[in-house]
């Protein structure tokens, strides 16, 4: 069943897992995504955190030893979520050796409170980097308008960066832009830019929802007909972007003072309707250099059936903007679309990382008790 896993890997996509417990951890789950799977990496947000903490007991000694010592709340999430993430980096730490840096990678993103403020962005971004303390590990920063400045002042202290909630190709512009600041800005401070390490997380099965549901509002056979399409085409589109400005001069002077490029990454790759493939989001979008971070539903799947046969990409930027014209021919707002799932998407975690600070309040206080 892997050898499709192994086929997508052999066509320059590194699998990465879009979860991570400290169950899958203990048991042993993860490395073994990592022996059979082809899984070089693992990605963690607000949501999967609260999902991982308000399930089992797997937390429960730690929070015990947390809730003897007087820890605080905020203490008490930063020390129990960077535990599993230095844990899952020294876990991937052959990989890290076995790519040269390149993967081996995992992420933990900023406090979701902060992503309209640049100033405490960055800092939080620092004060991550500083207590995981692995060299393989991202720091995921939102781009919000307020993130791109923190994005590129934290690559300005040679930090790597894993640049989240991406979803129009104009914004996927301003983040690269972004990247090359910081990256000049490290050199100028003296950092080696072969360390600094970045992915920029294009969200994709999300544009298809916030489309799709305005196509069926608008209710035409024209309308209907572009279902599906959107997603798949603006990351197409993101791509063309990436080939476009990574051919720069402005690159070419940073490649030379052996700077990495910063990968796309396709995220919120598990298919929400069932109606199309669940593996659409993998095989359509193949390309190599890129990441695909996937549900482990998903990697299971791709495994199990996706068609796995080369190229999906590459050259594709033509057709994806005649999708987009369709689509605003119809009277589909693109850039409102945007706005509306970059808004959502804030909002999301914010609410996931309230409900982690509340379980992890009720499990503190459960444990003085």
């Known amino acids: 069943m892997s050898d499709r896993l192994a086929r997508l890997s052999d066509a320059g996509v590194s699998i990465w897992l879009d979860d991570l417990s400290r169950e899958r951890l203990d048991t042993g789950n993860l490395a073994g995504l990592i022996r059979d799977k082809h899984v070089v990496g693992v990605t963690t947000n607000p949501t999967i955190f609260a999902n991982a903490l308000s399930g089992g007991e797997a937390y429960d000694e730690q929070v015990r030893e947390l809730a003897a010592r007087g820890a605080g709340l905020s203490a008490a999430v930063r020390e129990l979520t960077t535990t599993d993430v230095r844990n899952a980096a020294d876990l991937f730490r052959e990989v890290y050796r076995a790519t040269n840096g390149t993967d081996g990678r995992v992420s933990i993103e900023v406090d979701p409170r902060l992503a309209k403020d640049t100033e405490k962005t960055a800092a939080e971004a620092q004060d991550l980097w500083k207590t995981v303390d692995r060299p393989n ?11 791109l400045p923190a994005i ?57 929802t916030e489309v ?24 197409r589109l993101a791509y063309a972007a990436y080939e476009e400005l990574f051919a720069s001069e402005r690159w070419a002077a940073l490649k030379a003072e052996g700077a990495n490029p910063q990968r796309p990454l396709w995220a ?20 190599a250099g890129i990441v695909n971070t996937m549900p482990e539903k998903t990697i299971v799947a791709t495994a199990d059936h996706a068609e796995i ?27 409102d679309v945007f706005r509306t799932l970059e808004d959502e998407g804030v909002e999301k975690f914010e609410k996931s990382w309230q409900e982690l600070l509340d ?6 206080r459960k444990a003085k008790d």
């Open 137 to 147: 590990i991202l720091i995921k920063i939102p781009a919000t308008e307020e993130g």
């Open 152 to 208: 590129t002042r934290t690559f300005a202290e040679g930090i790597s960066v894993n640049v989240t909630l991406i979803f129009s190709v104009e914004r996927y512009r301003a983040v690269i832009d972004a990247f090359f600041t910081g990256l000049e800005q490290a050199k100028a401070n003296g950092h080696e830019l072969r360390s600094i390490e970045s992915v920029a997380s294009f969200f994709v099965s999300r544009v298809d």
């Open 268 to 287: 919120s790759t598990g298919v929400k309707d069932p109606s199309y493939s669940d593996t659409r989001y993998v095989d359509q979008l193949v390309v």
């Open 212 to 235: 799709d549901k305005r196509l069926d509002s608008i209710g035409t056979d024209e309308a209907k007909a572009l279902r599906g399409d959107a997603a798949i085409a603006n990351a």
């Open 309 to 335: 046969d080369g190229d999906k990409v590459t050259g594709t930027g033509s057709q994806a903007q005649a999708v987009f014209d369709q689509l605003s021919a119809v009277g589909i707002d693109v850039p």
């Open 359 to 364: 379980t992890v309040e009720g499990q503190l």
